[in-house]
């Protein structure tokens, strides 16, 4: 659990979960609150970055001037993305996808992203989501987005509700 760090200024990604050795991630959390923040500024490339884990939560992170996409779960290979919350975050300049699931990895399922929010309009990146690849994927559940771009899915079932494509 990584609770109210401040990370800015590096020439990587602020987080990176993979595995260690042989054994994925499992029940990682990145929270900030209102009273405790979490942010990632300046990062240069991803701002959180997961290529094999297990219940994954983000929830409540600000990340701003990310050179590549702002939470990326993209699985490698023989690794997987399974249940994962991205919720609350704010998203300001971002250069590729504030949140992207791509990865070349059969496994990315049981993914919500909910009550999310774009807040730099002069630098929405190439989409607020982007996802999938040739192998079929999902469920994928995006409730109360408040978005400034567009999602692209490929291959990806779920459910969308209540989500928003700001002015």
């Known amino acids: 659990t990584l609770l ?8 990587g ?9 042989r ?3 499992v029940g990682i959390s990145i929270i900030g609150t209102d009273g405790a923040p979490f942010t990632c500024e300046a990062a240069g490339r991803q701002g959180i970055s997961a290529n094999a884990a297990t219940d994954i939560r983000v929830q409540g992170v600000t990340l701003d001037r990310i050179a590549a996409s702002g939470i990326d779960l ?25 949140i992207a699931g791509i990865g ?13 929010v774009q807040t730099d309009p002069d630098h929405p990146g ?13 469920p994928l559940t995006m ?18 509700s209540g989500n928003v494509l700001l002015p």
Not at 104 to 116: A, E, F, M, P
């Open 4 to 11: 109210s760090l401040a990370i800015g200024n590096v020439g």
């Open 13 to 21: 990604d602020c987080v990176d979960i993979d595995k260690q050795d």
């Open 23 to 25: 054994d994925e991630a």
């Open 74 to 98: 993209e699985p490698r290979r023989s690794g997987s993305i399974d249940t994962a919350l991205l919720e609350g975050n704010r998203f300001g300049w971002i250069t590729n996808y504030a």
């Open 104 to 116: 070349s990895g059969q496994t990315w399922k049981d993914v919500t992203v909910k009550d999310n």
């Open 126 to 138: 190439l989409g607020f989501l982007r996802t999938g690849n040739s192998f079929d994927r999902g």
């Open 143 to 160: 409730t109360g987005n408040r978005m400034l771009n567009r999602v692209q899915l490929n291959h990806t079932s779920g459910s969308a």
